[in-house]
């Protein structure tokens, strides 16, 4: 299915009745790392998940991704449903997108800005923290590479996203993850790097969110900044859940992550 976002198609499943869920992936991924989450979570909820521009099956938009810009996207969607309110699950760069969401927007259209609206926001192996001097300086690096060498780049990049002890039990997962990735186009690559790279930080927003939000971290992830994320949520009153693993929780202990989900989201 999809809806049209700029002269854009933006691709999204369906599944299920309910109160509405959103999912937004991260970086390099889409709609598809959802899938049996989506099913699991469409039992009791209308459940969707996007492709962000640049990822699976829709097309980049511009020079530059940046998470407002998703975020709008996000909230366009949500009037084209008619959602009067919603939960959002980001993972990875789709927490950064749930955040900017989030943020009070006095110009927001049809049902009013995303603040207003959302019922239950989880950041899952996220963070609501800017990239640091040195992970700008990562992503400028990335994008020299993925215009040089985009193959070697999507590999390896997926491949950082798991433990080095997961690489082999997770083999067929991590190897079904590449061939995600290879669906970005070199400019939604680079677009989402530089939004990535100049979003702002957003723990003031995450503390106005303070009674409807929750942070669910691995305790080895070696994507997001475990320990300042932790802090974060501990000094801010956050709810955390901390599970086992990495930043793949989704793919790493599936079902713990569903307990954590629909716990949440029943209170």
């Not at 809806?3 to 999204?12: A, D, E, N, P």
């Not at 790392?33 to 989506?38: A, G």
């Not at 400019?187 to 989402?192: F, H, L, V, Y």
């Amino acid at each position: 299915m999809t809806f049209t976002y700029k002269q854009t198609k933006v691709h999204f499943t369906s599944s299920g009745e309910g109160e509405p869920i959103i999912l937004l992936h991260g970086f390099l991924e889409n709609s598809s790392m959802w899938k049996d989450l989506q099913q699991q979570l469409s039992e009791t909820h209308s459940v969707f998940a996007l492709d962000l521009p640049g990822h699976g099956n829709t097309e980049a938009i511009g020079y530059i991704h940046t998470m407002e810009e998703y975020a709008a996207l996000v909230l366009a969607f949500a009037d084209h449903q008619k959602m009067d309110n919603f939960s959002v699950i980001g993972h990875s760069m789709g927490g950064y997108v749930a955040l900017a969401l989030a943020e009070p927007n006095p110009h927001a259209c049809l049902g009013g800005s995303g603040s207003e609206r959302i019922k239950k926001l989880i950041l899952l192996n996220s963070s609501p923290l800017a990239d640091s001097e040195s992970k700008k300086k990562e992503r400028n690096r990335a994008i020299t590479m993925i215009q040089k060498h985009p193959e070697a780049f999507v590999r390896m990049a997926v491949k950082h996203l798991f433990l080095p002890e997961d690489q082999k039990r997770l083999s067929a997962e991590i190897n079904l993850a590449i061939s995600e990735a290879e669906q970005c186009s070199q400019q939604g690559i680079i677009n989402t790097l530089k939004g990535m790279r100049d979003r702002k930080d957003r723990t003031e927003v995450l503390r106005q969110m303070l009674e409807r939000s929750l942070i669910v971290l691995g305790e080895e992830d070696k994507v997001v900044n475990f320990e300042k994320t932790k802090a974060i949520a501990e000094k801010e009153g956050v709810p955390l859940k901390i599970l086992p693993g990495g930043h793949m929780s989704h793919m790493e202990f599936p079902d713990m992550l569903l307990k954590t989900v629909q716990e949440f989201l029943s209170r």
